[in-house]
């Protein structure tokens, strides 16, 4: 299906797969979109059809709904040919939450990247209080009040919660090929809205399964973990951004979120100047302000009402920005009562 729009960025005239069924982006491959219960309120999974059967591409969260859309497809439209792979792209829960049980139901071995794996791993072996102790830590050196530094070290380990046990993986590098019907798909792993994301991309029919890092409509949550809070992701996620410059219109891309689109280049130069734009307020408020904590720079980046699950991408996504600042050497970073600060240099 080739692109009609010449140069811009322009969503694949198809609409979204309603609840239960498929829709054919190529004739090996297949768009499906799960409910999920939060801003945003879903997310697309894909399947690919190969000569073994359906091999999957990403799972949901761990909850009953996700599982009523799996038995759906399972009985309805992929019914009739064994599963023959799960791939896992990153570690968030709508991603890896369900892995466990569709391993269980469908017995198909299950991929993913040795990074995300490991990421997930940890954040599942977190105790109740090991995990609200570390997030009511982490937002006091954000400087978030006591409130809610309080409120979170009584919630336990909120990852556990969306995603479920892991099933025994098979970990696979970047030089990974999965081969479906009519291609091949090579995997790349890269930094920024995950620790080591997993696409897909097929070269010779320019098809490029970017999953949640060039998402069309909203800028993917770029985040420091709370494992290693000082961490550059906003750099890397830049790496990826510019190395994306040069996909042309000719290319779709097919997102983990909203619609598949053409026009990646352009939605790469947007996001970094996105990214671009949010650094210079934060930069304005440090000069207007003074030193900024990371509470006040997500009140800057952020301004509206945040649920507790926003609440922790956005305080993780203002420090990303942060941090950025830091390794570029425009800000430098001091601690005052346990609270971290960042002055502008
Ligand atoms: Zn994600």
Partial sequence: MPNKNGSDMSPLPINPPEAGSLVALADDLYWMRFTLPFRLNHINLYAFDTKDGWLLLDCGINSEAIANQWAMMLKGPLAGRPICGIIVSHYHADHVGYAGNLAKITSAPVYMGAVEHEQASWGLAQSDEHAGGLLAKTYARFGLSDGVVNRV??????????????????????????????????????????????????????????????????????????????????????????????????????????????????RAAELIEHHNSRLELLRDAASNAGPVSTADAMKVLFAFDLTDHELYFASCEARAHLNHLVARDEMRIEQVAGIDYFHNN
């Fill in 153 to 266: 070290r009584q919630e336990g380990n909120y990852y556990r919660k969306l995603a479920g046990d892991l099933p025994d993986v098979t970990i696979i590098e970047a030089s990974q090929q999965f081969e479906t019907k009519s291609g091949c798909w090579l995997a790349r792993f890269d930094t920024g809205h995950s620790p080591g994301h997993m696409s897909l991309s097929d070269f010779d029919r320019k098809l490029h399964i970017c999953v949640d890092f060039l998402l069309p409509r909203i800028s993917p949550n770029i985040s420091v973990s709370l494992r290693s809070i000082e961490l550059d992701m906003l750099g890397h996620y830049y790496k990826y951004l510019s190395q994306m410059l040069s996909l042309d219109n000719e290319w779709l891309v097919i997102p983990g979120h909203d619609w598949p689109y053409f026009g990646g280049g352009i």
